[in-house]
């Protein structure tokens, strides 16, 4: 009887322990693999669908005009969500509201298009209340409904790595009015719908805190979070170089992927 549950419990004991191996190999691909932290890839799998849960609502979208702020204009016009468009430049938010429309069932009225510059603080408060005159009724409705309770308020924070935008045109050379005339390959970045999916997954699931990359980026949001002494020195590394590649005219993050060159006029 003695040598029968010693031998069951070290069986018990083994399986434990080859349970508790086969779960972190499991985890650890799925880190390798993963393109998001895991409790957004949690939201995305069995979460609140963004169809279901952003359908009808108004979204103010500041950066709309190209990179992640377009792809999310079209996403949410996809989805029913009635948009606020804003950028500096008005005539490339009516190229995006014109796609926006093409491609979805909203109506003229459910798109606004509000020409914004974010350095021109003065022009804040009239901007809102443009876009409150245009969606208020619904707006405050909503609000109220929410409230009922408890002031039920969700701010969620993305924090996305490197993902094929035009941002990178946007960037501050040595000349300050010349844009950055090479971006170099960025097929190693992130798809920006699939940023842009992600982001839409967490809005639908309040996700109030987002990492959204692909590896080896990701690992740096777990190590600012668990080991951050080490993070700092790796970014003292590495931000040199994204700072000599954003002077010499070449996307920040084409050296960690290719030989870095300088730019070719």
Known sequence: MYLS???????????????SAVYLIVQLLRFIFADADFT???????GNKPEDKLRGQVVWITG??????????YQLAAL????????????????????????????????????????????HEAKTATALQHF????????????????GITISTVCPGPVQSQIVHNAFTEELHKAVSNAGDQE????????????LVGLANHVKEMWIAQQPFLLFYYLWQYMPTLAWYATNV??????????AGLDADSAYFSKPKTKTS
Not at 5 to 19: H, K, Q, R
Not at 136 to 151: A, K, V
Not at 190 to 199: F, Q, S
Request: proline fraction near 3%.
């Open 5 to 19: 549950f010693a031998v069951l419990s070290m069986d018990i004991s083994s399986l434990i322990l080859v349970g």
């Open 40 to 46: 957004l890839l949690w939201a995305a799998k069995l």
């Open 64 to 73: 709309a005009s190209s990179g992640i702020g377009e792809e999310l204009a």
């Open 80 to 123: 029913g969500a009635r948009l606020i468009l804003s950028a500096r430049r008005q005539n490339e938010l009516e190229r995006v509201k014109r796609t926006c429309l093409e491609h979805s069932t909203l109506q003229e009225k459910d798109i606004l298009v509000l020409p914004l510059d974010l350095l021109d603080r003065a022009s």
């Open 136 to 151: 208020g009724n619904g707006f405050f409705n909503s609000l109220r409904t929410e409230l009922t309770d408890y002031p």
């Open 188 to 199: 190693h970045k992130m798809p920006t719908a699939r940023c842009v999916r992600l982001i």
């Open 238 to 247: 590495l931000g040199r170089k994204r700072v000599q590649n954003f002077k």
